[in-house]
């Protein structure tokens, strides 16, 4: 049954991801229920409607934009998770199983519409629950149709009928990977997502001693001149800071600050359409934040637009 109200979700304490996502129009997102990206890019609760092309993961809070309109608020999701939901009938015999969408707090073996895919029923616990794993946002899509592939803006014609099977697609297979992230067009290409996994992995040596595993933080820059808010739910600490432009802006700049408006990082260069930009200077006198405040990214430039990344990891 779809949830009413927030809820306490039951997870293995394995590595994840938490980004964020605008939500959709006039839409309640409740805590611990399963998200979506509907077919105009924006987050939902996930149901198997028909609507819906890719379950993102898990909401790490509630969120209500049921008055506002299109991305007036964002919404943290949790993925790359082990977590427990109620379930269709299942056995033994289907761990290791695909599960799919059936509402935001249930999975099962076949959907009826949409066939959004959940992740894997990793254990039984019930022959109506199950723990699940989901994996980091984007990892797979399956049965995607000619439309559904234009509604996830791939553009360009570069996916080759041979790397498409099954209705499925490879993502490490497709060509110069020409799939869309977040809406960017076909300019975000694979070399420049191979950069943010060497980013992370140049991080990684900053984690010893830490309460958990590295946080990535995706915010969405989407209005030039604003000032964009994460709110930490734990005490953090931010080791690195990266733009990717969505326009070409003349001289737009992006920021990293902490709660009271001090630099964090230099100001990254995100004036041109597509461009990766990674900050080169931290200050480390600004860097920590307390469970309860704000990190800020501060675009400067009118006509600025794009994606910011925050590498954080808790501190013990």
Known sequence: ???SADTQRAMASTPYL???FPVYQTTTIYKGGLVSLNSTGYL???TDSGTDLLCVGIAAEGVDNSAGASAALNCKVISGVLAQFTSGTIALTDQGADLYVSDDDTVDLAAVVSNVRVGMLYKMVTTTSCWVFIPTAGEFATTINTADIANLAVTGAKIANTTITTGKLALLAVDTAQLALDCIDETLI?????QIEHFIDQAVDQTAGSAGPPILVEIHANAGGTTYNYACDRDLRAVDFWVIAKATNGGGTAQLQDHA???ISDAVDCS???AL?????FDDANYDEVAGQNLKVVQNGAAD???AYILCIPKA
């Open 272 to 274: 041109t359409d597509g």
């Open 1 to 3: 049954m779809a949830l």
């Open 190 to 194: 694979a070399d420049e997502a191979v």
């Open 261 to 263: 408006g001090n630099a």
């Open 305 to 307: 637009n794009g994606n």
């Open 44 to 46: 939902v609760m996930a």
């Open 18 to 20: 938490v980004w964020s």
């Open 277 to 281: 930009a990674r900050a080169t200077t």
